[in-house]
């Protein structure tokens, strides 16, 4: 959400956040911005510090639970750069707003508000996934979704009680994910949440990435 009545700046900011995918809302009452923050989830913040009443705002923002991890703050001058340290921005700006400062930064806090929403979104898949725990336990397996931490799998065999090696192919057959794994819950119906305890740090960011395109797609 984007809290100016600043239309040039605001133009500025529409075309790059639309560029990098992100859906924007306009307020120009601190006001109604309040009352949005309060009954909505919004992931990031931008406020034009120009507006009358916004230290009341922040400080507002700062004693108050929200589900807002990216605030990001417009400021009119250098002047006013200091007063922001103690309001908790994750980002400042200073108008005019440089385009290619905007696009840096906002950038980071897309990977921000990406993270947040990645980490526990979780993808409906059908594929199959090995199981094994060293040369005695081998369990053919279905992998119902996955999130960056895990799995959900279905399976008519006994899982292993232990950590155990999980070895399964992305839809497409391109990427191949391999890890360590163990359950964290079961049901009587054949369902099971595994929980990623090790896995390599290339096979987690084509996971991440795998996740990202399929979020965007969706």
């Known amino acids: 959400m984007v809290v100016s009545r600043d239309w040039q700046e605001v ?11 992100i859906g924007v809302h306009i307020e ?3 006001v109604k911005a ?4 309060a009954k909505n989830k919004i992931d ?26 990216v605030p990001l703050v ?5 002047a006013g750069r200091n007063a922001l340290e103690s309001t908790g921005a994750t980002f400042v700006f200073e108008k005019p707003i440089s385009v290619e400062q905007a696009v840096h930064t906002l950038s980071a806090a897309r990977n ?8 526990y979104h979780r993808l409906t898949l059908n594929v199959p996934v090995n199981l094994s725990c060293g040369t005695k336990t081998n369990v053919e397996a279905t992998v119902t979704n996955v999130s ?9 065999a006994a899982l292993p009680r232990g950590p155990f090696r999980l070895n399964f192919s992305l839809p497409g057959g391109a990427l191949s994910i391999k890890a360590l794994g163990k359950v ?20 987690k960011r084509d996971l991440q990435l795998w996740l990202e395109r399929e979020y965007f797609a969706t």
Do not use: Y
């Not at 133009?11 to 995918?21: A, F, K, S, T």
């Not at 990031?44 to 991890?69: K, M, W």
């Not at 921000?112 to 929403?117: E, F, P, T, V, W």
């Not at 960056?148 to 008519?156: K, L, P």
């Open 184 to 203: 964290a819950w079961t049901d009587k119906r054949g369902n099971a949440g595994v929980r990623f305890v090790e896995i390599s740090r290339r096979a």
């Open 74 to 78: 417009i400021v009119s001058g250098s």
């Open 148 to 156: 960056q931490g895990g799995v959900g799998i279905r399976t008519d």
């Open 34 to 37: 309040q009352a949005k923050l």
């Open 44 to 69: 990031a913040l931008i406020i034009d510090c120009d507006l009358n009443g916004t230290a009341g705002f922040l400080r507002t923002l700062r004693h108050q639970s929200t589900p807002n991890p």
């Open 11 to 21: 133009g500025v900011l529409e075309c790059i956040l639309g560029g990098l995918h």
């Open 112 to 119: 921000m508000i990406l993270d947040g929403r990645l980490r």
């Open 28 to 30: 120009s009452e601190l």
